[in-house]
């Protein structure tokens, strides 16, 4: 049944796989080939090495398979001699294979203990507690009244070490920021341990990474790092208790909140809201995103959320609000003063 | 092409004890798969125990009267098994008869032991994770050995009622072999629900 | 003739005179009428012959096939796109939940199985697999399970933790009603199917094979399977034992996962990876196999380095049980630790690298022929090396922490898994479609399928890499634009149709030809192994005289005039039990005619598995049912076989 020839099909099988892996991954805003602290950059760099070395084994396995399909055949290709050798090419392709697994493997290993803990004794420590579908980020102090949570976005000082303790409330979740570090996973009843380190100043967008639940896809966080002084400020600022309404809507707004279903769930600092099963919301007007990274901060989103919830995270636990629309108003521009 | 007659096999018999034969191959993958999942379980007694300080965490230990019972009744028995398979080996269906039906009334005492066993516990299987695998390493074990006495029950009708052909006798020798692993498993099982939080 | 208690008979090794046509025609008659598959409705229900319950199985988990497909389908529609709203957040986990099940544990692991069910005993020179009503019994297991987890899905009751559902996710706390129990219990349907089968793969290659098929002269695929058979019955008690407590954990209050009182929920990846790693080489090594079947016979060889083959099969069964701390890398194990497992995940890849160098080194010696069968062959090394390098990447744990839960891993994972096991199943059916319907399929619609797959899968799963590297995580119902992933998975989405195209041209294929395609013969593809020696589709009773093997390749080993054995009645169900190492002849064994019961007990035994999931009292009620209808499966017949069994019972002083 040799109908056809057989060599064009055979080059064009292997010339498709050839170019398809020439298109190489590049970066992106949550990209690891985009690293933005010591230990992604030691990450991306064992990546390339590896991704490198892989690429050259592919093309030439491919090619010795396709030279093996379309070489002429010979008499002598039966014989006891040929069967030798080849034995002895195929023992010397898996002696190469095992010294490029060993290589890969002690690289790996190195860079690996790198990347364990930070080098620099100068660290900030923060504890990261997952939720389903948020994060809470606490800085502790030395007293227990200066302790600052907050929600969905970690500031870290630019060229610090940060170690994270990482535990969750509820499933598994991982806590990942691609530009920063690999993953570390958030699990029940332990806590895990890492660290991330920015060395230049920026917004980092990370996103959990194990499967939790019905908004998996919608529990982000942004890391924002600033220099140590704007960091300290940062800190300073988010220790104070919720900024006092000053128009009438505003104050309007807080005595709505106080008395509706809000304070079941949200704390307030600095109010009678103290609840700890959703975000902390002290200092929600000057958050860069809301629900989770899902949405840009501003009054229009945080309108959409508050409005209704399921709308935009089907299966979150925040009810709609099922306020007037004039308290619904007030409560909004409330919330956009705790800045 | 015409085929060629090269080996006669009509004089070979029709069946073979052990592992000559079929059915050996059946039963001890079956027993490789449920000891699997015995040292599996038992990994996992070790795993929990490891997580914490206290063993039982704020429980008494389970009572060893009953269980020790069980465990020289059952490891008696196998005299009368290892009689039960001899016998079967020679195609003696008087000595088979006999001791199958001991052997069944063995195994009904040791269900019976079995249940008070569970009474003496002193852990129900929700009060915590020591109790849920103390509960399940037990009743694995209660299983197989429920399922077995049922098994030989069946078995030992059959060697009365009928028909008894010579792979019957076959079936006696299997049988006895997976009572041997009922029983050998027992012994880890036993040592470690009634004496690993005495000893560790 | 005397059969005595095993050390009286030897078989007798004598040259005859070639039997002669009308002897040969009587003996087919009988033998017809002896292994007669039975007709009827009930009949139906009845049927213990391996071929057909073989064909039923690959049938039913190409059903699955197709179900993962549209769901993947649905998947990849509503993913096209960012801020899509196709499927919502609840219905799209269950479909990913979905897909994943449907296609490991009821397309993936049973369709291996089916293929060993049908080939083993053709292969090894049978007449059919060892203990047949279990392998019936097996088969309808497969099928309740899978029909309940389908039932479950349309009530909008679909498991939807993930395929491998962890805990506390899957758990009591976290997922109410029954979605996350019809997960667990499916495990326990495809779990008990799946080792059954395995028990009858170990007893038929041991026991059952044909005389002079020594160890070192057993087919490459059937050793494939016999391994893959092993890691079966040693890896399911895992994935049994946790699913169960999951079950128990959520019906009865234990608390194996629950870290609040004494559990662990990293107990379950534990349980379930040990289980889990060597699922994946469960569904890749019997390809192995077909792949050695395909290149031996379409390069007109026998496979370059058997021995090496041989033992990288088993080195692979082995290694495998050692690696799967590497799906954990992220749980903040010890260090030290994870390295061993760095190693063990690197390692593996050598004795898979040996596969690949000895069939290169075969192509580059034989003469090969580019027909669909080794097309498939082609696309698979050009795939599953890709994908087993990515797997060598996973390998490394810095990595990893990065890659891990992206589509980088989907991309892997469906490289090594559609490239390393389904290419070769592919190219499988068409090699052995001649042989299990007597047609052969269409070469030209074999090409074009062939590249319809094979364009279509890479275009839908190589840009996942770059997604993975982009930061897009695994099992997201949706992603934002801003994120900048919507393009690649546009592209990813059109490759599906083309995979969807080619899954449909296959199934047409297969459907027109078998109405209507070519007569096939005995051997259309003048193949190495002993199915090719029987018609096709072979006869009820597989080989008119069981044959003896005089080399490693049974067919082109074999002489002018075939020797065979003689002396196995036709008139009873027999079949010739050798030994383990050299396939010696040591008895005749009579296997058991087809029953109703291993239906019967399979129905009680789904009941029981459906029950347990609302009600603990479904184990008591179920536990007289049960018995009558294991009763009902072994009990004897009622009339002494004067043709099989001794009659009588011996006398004591009769000593073997």
Not at chain 1, 239 to 247: D, I, N, S
Not at chain 2, 62 to 82: E, K
Request: proline fraction near 7%; charge should be neutral.
């Amino acid at each position: 049944m040799r109908g056809r020839s057989t060599r064009p099909h055979a080059a064009c099988v292997w010339l498709s796989q050839f170019l398809m892996v020439l298109t190489v991954g590049c970066a992106g805003n949550q990209s690891m080939f985009n690293p933005q602290g010591p230990a992604a950059r030691r990450i991306a760099d064992l990546g390339l090495l590896m991704i490198a070395i892989c690429l050259v084994v592919y093309l030439v396995v491919i090619a010795v398979a396709a030279w093996s399909l379309l070489r002429q055949r010979q008499a002598s290709d039966d014989s006891a001699q040929t069967t030798a050798r080849l034995g002895a090419i195929v023992a010397g392709a898996v002696a190469v294979t095992a010294a490029i697994l060993v290589t890969l493997t002690a690289v790996s290993a190195a860079a690996g203990r790198g990347l364990t803990s930070p080098t620099s004794q100068d660290t900030v420590t923060v504890d990261v507690i997952g939720h389903q579908w948020w994060w809470a980020f606490q800085y502790r102090s030395d007293k227990p009244q200066d302790f600052v949570t907050t929600p969905n976005e970690l500031h870290v000082p630019v060229g610090v070490p940060v170690i994270l303790r990482a535990q969750s409330r509820d499933v598994i979740h991982s806590f990942w920021v691609p530009n920063l570090q690999g993953k570390r996973d958030l699990i029940p009843g332990q806590i895990t341990t890492t660290w991330i380190q920015a060395d230049r100043a920026g917004v980092y967008r990370g996103q959990c990474a194990e499967f939790c639940g019905h908004q998996h896809a919608k529990m982000a966080f942004v890391v924002v790092a600033e220099p140590m002084d704007a960091f300290q400020q940062w800190l300073q600022r988010q220790r104070q208790p919720a900024a006092e309404p000053t128009g009438d809507q505003e104050r309007h707004g807080r005595d709505v909140f106080l008395q509706s279903t809000c304070v079941t769930c949200h704390t307030i600092r600095g109010t009678d809201a103290g609840a700890r099963v959703g975000p902390e919301l002290t200092h929600v007007g000057s958050r860069q995103t809301i629900a989770a990274g899902t949405l840009p901060n501003s009054v229009e989103h945080l309108r959409m959320w508050v409005a209704n919830p399921p709308s935009i995270k089907p299966g979150t636990r925040m009810p709609p609000h099922g306020l007037s629309p004039e308290d619904f108003e007030a409560v909004v521009s409330y919330l956009r003063s705790l800045e | 092409m015409s085929s060629r007659p090269v080996i006669d096999v009509s004089p070979l018999p029709k069946f073979a004890f052990g592992h000559k034969g079929l059915i050996w191959w059946g039963t001890t993958g079956f027993m490789v798969i449920e000891g699997s999942m015995f040292v599996m379980a038992l990994i996992v007694y070790f795993y929990l125990r490891l997580k914490v300080d206290q063993w039982p965490p704020s429980l008494p230990n389970p009572d060893i009267g009953f269980a020790t019972a069980n465990l020289l009744l059952i490891l008696a028995s196998c005299l009368p098994n290892a009689f039960a398979k001899k016998a079967a080996e020679r195609f003696d269906l008087g000595k088979v008869r006999l001791w199958l039906v001991v052997l069944s009334l063995i195994g009904v005492v040791a269900l019976v032991l079995r249940a008070f066993e569970y009474t003496q516990l002193n852990c129900r299987w929700d009060d915590n994770a020591y109790g849920s695998i103390v509960w399940l390493l037990l009743s694995l074990h209660t299983v197989h050995v429920a399922t077995d006495v049922v098994d030989g029950a069946v078995l030992t009708a059959l060697m009365f009622i009928g028909p008894v052909t010579d792979r019957r006798f076959v079936d006696v020798s299997e049988n006895s072999l997976y009572w041997y692993f009922i029983v050998a498993w027992w012994i880890p099982i036993y040592l470690t629900i009634y004496f690993a939080p005495r000893w560790l | 003739m005397e059969s005595g208690s095993g050390q009286s008979g030897a078989p007798v090794e004598r040259v005859e005179p070639y039997p002669d046509a009308a002897a040969e025609a009587r003996l087919r008659r009988q033998l017809e009428e002896t292994w007669h598959v039975p007709a009827g409705f009930l009949g139906w229900f009845a049927v213990t012959d391996h071929r057909t319950i073989g064909r039923r199985y690959i049938a039913t988990a190409f059903v699955f096939f197709l179900i993962g497909g549209v769901l993947a389908a649905l998947m990849r529609i509503q993913l096209a796109v960012p801020d899509n709203h196709f499927l919502g957040p609840d219905l799209y986990n269950q479909v990913f939940t979905m897909h994943g099940t449907v296609m490991m544990f009821l397309f993936a692991v049973p369709v291996m199985e089916a293929m060993a069910v049908y080939l083993v005993p053709l292969m090894v020179g049978t007449r059919n697999i060892a203990f047949p009503r279990l392998n019936t019994f097996s088969y309808f297991v497969y099928l309740f399970g899978g029909i309940m987890v389908i039932v479950a899905m349309l009530v909008n009751s679909a498991p939807d933790a993930g395929w491998f559902a962890y805990v506390p996710l899957s758990g009591p706390d976290y997922t109410p009603g029954k979605r996350a129990d019809f997960w667990a219990q499916l495990i326990t349907f495809t779990e008990v199917a799946a080792l059954a089968v395995a028990v009858e793969i170990v007893a038929t290659v041991f026991k059952m094979r044909a005389p002079g098929m020594s160890l070192n002269r057993i087919p490459l695929f059937v050793w494939s399977m016999l391994v893959t058979a092993f890691m079966i019955i040693f890896a399911m008690p895992a994935v049994v034992l946790g699913s169960t407590f999951l079950l128990l954990d959520r019906l009865v209050g234990t608390h194996f996962y629950n870290p609040a009182e004494g559990g662990d929920a990293l107990l379950w990846q534990h349980l379930f990876w040990f289980f889990g790693h060597p699922e994946v080489y469960i569904i890749f090594v019997p390809a192995l196999g077909m792949v050695s079947a395909i290149v031996a016979t379409f390069t007109q060889r026998p496979i370059f380095g058997y021995r090496a083959m041989v033992l990288s099969l088993v080195a692979t069964g082995f290694i495998g049980f050692g690696l799967w701390v590497h799906h954990m890398f992220a749980t903040g194990l010890p260090q030290l630790g994870l390295t061993y497992f760095t190693a063990a995940s690197m390692i593996i890849s050598i004795p898979s690298g040996v596969q690949i160098f000895c069939w290169i080194a075969s192509i580059w010696r034989g003469h090969p022929r580019l027909a669909t069968p080794m097309l498939f062959v082609l696309g698979f090394i050009a795939i599953f090396v890709l994908g087993g390098l990515s797997g060598v990447t996973l390998a490394s744990v810095p990595f990893d922490l990065q890659v891990h839960d992206t589509y980088y891993v989907v991309a892997h994972f469906h490289y090594v898994l559609l490239g390393g096991a389904v290419f070769p199943l592919i190219g499988a059916l068409y090699f052995w479609f001649p042989k299990i319907t007597g047609r052969m399929m269409s070469e030209r619609l074999g090409v074009l399928n062939f590249w319809t797959l094979f364009i279509g899968f890479n275009v839908t799963f190589f840009p996942m890499h770059i997604l993975g590297f982009q930061g897009m995580p695994r099992r997201v119902y949706t992603y934002p634009a801003e994120m900048g992933w919507g393009p690649l998975n546009l592209v990813a989405t059109a490759g599906a149709v083309l995979l969807i195209a080619g899954g449909a041209l296959f199934v047409f294929n297969a459907v027109r030809s078998y109405v209507a395609g070519t007569i096939a013969g005995d051997d259309p593809w003048h193949g190495e192994t002993l199915e090719w020696a029987t018609a096709s589709p072979p006869p009820v009773y597989n080989f008119l005289h069981i044959p003896v093997i005089e080399g490693r390749h049974a067919m082109w080993d074999r002489s002018l005039a075939p020797p065979v054995v003689t002396g196995l009645r036709s008139d009873c169900r027999e079949v010739l039990i050798t030994d383990v190492m050299g396939a010696e002849p040591v008895h005749a064994y009579e296997l058991p005619e087809p029953s109703i019961w291993p239906f019967l007990c399979s129905i009680v035994t789904s009941a029981f598995f459906v029950g347990s999931i609302f009600t603990p009292w479904a184990l008591p009620v179920s536990i007289l049912p049960l018995t009558v209808t294991l009763i009902g499966w072994f009990w004897p017949k009622p009339h002494p076989n004067l043709r099989g069994d001794q009659p009588l019972v011996r006398p004591v002083e009769a000593e073997g």
